[in-house]
Structures are given as C-alpha cells and as structure tokens.
C-alpha cells in the first residue's frame, strides 16, 4: 500500500495576519486524503510572549496573549487552526493521523510559567484549541515511516538547532528527518552504501503575511507552501512541493 505524508511547515499566525490559505490547504488535503499530516509547529507565533519585543514596544502595538473581543494571539491561532481543519473533518470516512510538534513559539508559554510561576494558568498550553492532534512535546523527535519529525534538531550537548546546507545536516544527524524553524525550503537525498536512502527537509515557512525581520529582499525570496511526501517508506519518498499561491489560486 502506497502511504502518502503532508507537511505543513511553520504558519506564525498572529492578530491581523491572513488566514485563508489554511482553508485551502485544508481543501487540498480533503481532496488528496494523506494518511499522515505533519504539522511542524510555530502554528500560535505568540508575539505577546516574545523576549525579543521590550515591554514598551508591546504595550505600543497593544500586543495580547487572549482577549475577549477575540483579537489575542491565542484567539488568532485557534480561529486559523479550524480553517485549517473543518475541511477535513467534513470528508466521510477520513481519519489521518494528525501530529503537531510543539515550536519553540508555541513553547513560550511554557517558558513565561517557569520565569514567572506566580501566574498560575493565565497562559496554557491548554488555551490552544488543537483540533484533537497528536501533540508531540518540543523537540521531541516522532518517527513515522522511517521519517523522523520535529520543530528541529540539535546536537546532544547543545540546545542550538544543527545549521548548515541540508546534506550536511543528513551526515550530522544520520537517519531520515523533516524539519520547520527556519524560513523557505531546502532539501537533501543521501544513498547509504547499503542500499537504503535517507532524506532531508527544512521547511520552514506557510504564511502571506510580511516577516519585518526579513526585509523586503527576504521576505520576497522565500518559499512558501506545503510538502507531500508520496510512497514513504523506511524513510524514503517520493517529495512534491506545492506552493501557496497553487493552493489559493486552485483551493480557497
């Protein structure tokens, strides 16, 4: 039996952004039914949890973790992650196994509760609606198929995510993987000298909204869009990408 992946890389969604690209991957994967869909993590980007924006700068955009007139970070991720969803849900007789693994945005909140234990549950894991996912603690590898899954990887004695070209990662890291964390795409094949494959990807980037960090030179070369993964097998498949403007001109 042929077994098919889909991964959706990094979707950052904060107050404001667009969203309706989530409803049309949502629509794609209704039509193609993958056994498997990967979700990478970053889903809630949490800018209100963020350290790198002073308190002043916060305060100015009026940035919130919830709220009630539903314009908070959690709020904000939750609405985009049922787009994403009530498609699938509406197929009969489809039930993929759906995994999210936890991205360091999403782990800010476990972060604020360590730094600041006195606020008890004001910020939850339990405050993002996941759908009814399998949700993979951060960093925590998953191996499906052969295929090794998490937000990204690092070496045993540091906490940094392993860098360089994706080739060069496949020797580092040594066994089939597929990672978010960092913008755009890139990927690696490596034949082992005993006849099996192993694979690569970094994809970390599905949104339509400007990243200001990037510039407009960044933020205009970066691929955005979806992975799947056809015939996986002990680690190795056959990869398409489908990019966001596919999904929004032939899927919303």
Not at 48 to 60: A, Y
Not at 137 to 158: E, M, N, R, T, W
Request: glycine residues 10%; charged residues 25%.
């Amino acid at each position: 039996m042929s077994i098919k992946h889909l991964l959706i890389p990094d979707t950052q969604v904060r107050p404001g952004v667009p969203t309706n690209h989530l409803e049309a991957a949502g629509n794609y994967i209704a039509e193609k039914k993958p056994d498997v869909i990967v979700h990478i993590g970053d889903h809630w980007d949490c800018p209100s949890l963020s350290g790198w924006d002073s308190v002043q700068r916060k305060v100015k955009e009026k940035v919130k973790y919830s709220s009630l007139d539903g314009k908070g970070d959690v709020e904000a991720g939750n609405e985009a992650f049922f787009r994403l969803n009530k498609p699938i849900k509406k197929v009969k007789n489809y039930s993929p196994r759906r995994i999210f693994t936890l991205g360091n945005h999403e782990q800010r909140i476990e972060r604020w509760r360590e730094e600041f234990p006195h606020i008890g549950d004001a910020v939850s894991y339990d405050h993002l609606n996941f759908e009814g996912w399998q949700v993979v603690p951060y960093l925590k590898p998953i191996c499906i198929h052969g295929i090794h899954y998490a937000h990204f990887f690092h070496p045993h004695l540091s906490p940094r995510a392993i860098g360089g070209a994706v080739p060069a990662m496949l020797n580092k890291i040594g066994y089939s993987f597929s990672q978010g964390h960092r913008p755009g795409l890139e990927v690696g094949r490596k034949a082992l000298t005993n006849g099996k494959v192993i694979r690569g990807v970094v994809a970390g980037s599905f949104y339509q909204h400007f990243e200001q960090y990037k510039g407009h030179q960044g933020n205009a070369a970066q691929w955005n869009g979806i992975i799947v993964k056809h015939e996986v097998r002990a680690g190795d498949y056959s990869l398409c990408e489908v990019g966001i403007d596919y999904l929004l001109k032939n899927y919303s």
